[in-house]
Nanobody, 117 residues
């Protein structure tokens, strides 16, 4: 199985980006998904989580009200919509999936997000 992120880039403060995550080799409805980020010199931190069915999702306090995690069952993708971006959101963003029955954890290689004027 492989996890691939896309959608990163450079954006000005106050701007928006949408990150996408796709996983191959595993059924879409058999894993929970999370977005993490790691800024230079800092530890990797959880940003958002969504269950396999999409019926439950949450974001951490630092991005609450600005970031939204969602799943698209037609496209088999997990997205992170990021609005009102701040310079402190600059980081490499990683998608992680967790198998429900098999218990696997798979990480993507990450996508860089830079928020700067």
């Amino acid at each position: 199985a492989q996890v691939v992120e896309s959608g990163g880039g450079l954006v000005q403060p106050g701007g928006s980006l949408t990150l996408s995550c796709g996983a191959s080799g595993v059924p879409f409805d058999e894993y929970h998904a999370s977005w993490y980020r790691q800024a230079p010199g800092k530890e990797r931190e959880l940003v958002a989580f969504i269950t396999n069915t999409g019926d439950s999702a949450r974001t951490v306090d630092s991005v609450k009200g600005r970031f939204t995690i969602s799943r698209d069952n037609d496209k088999d993708t997990v997205s992170l919509q990021m609005n009102s971006l701040k310079p402190e959101d600059t980081a490499v963003y990683y998608c992680q999936i967790q198998g429900i029955t098999s218990g696997y954890t798979i990480w993507g290689r990450g996508t860089q997000v830079n928020v700067s004027s």
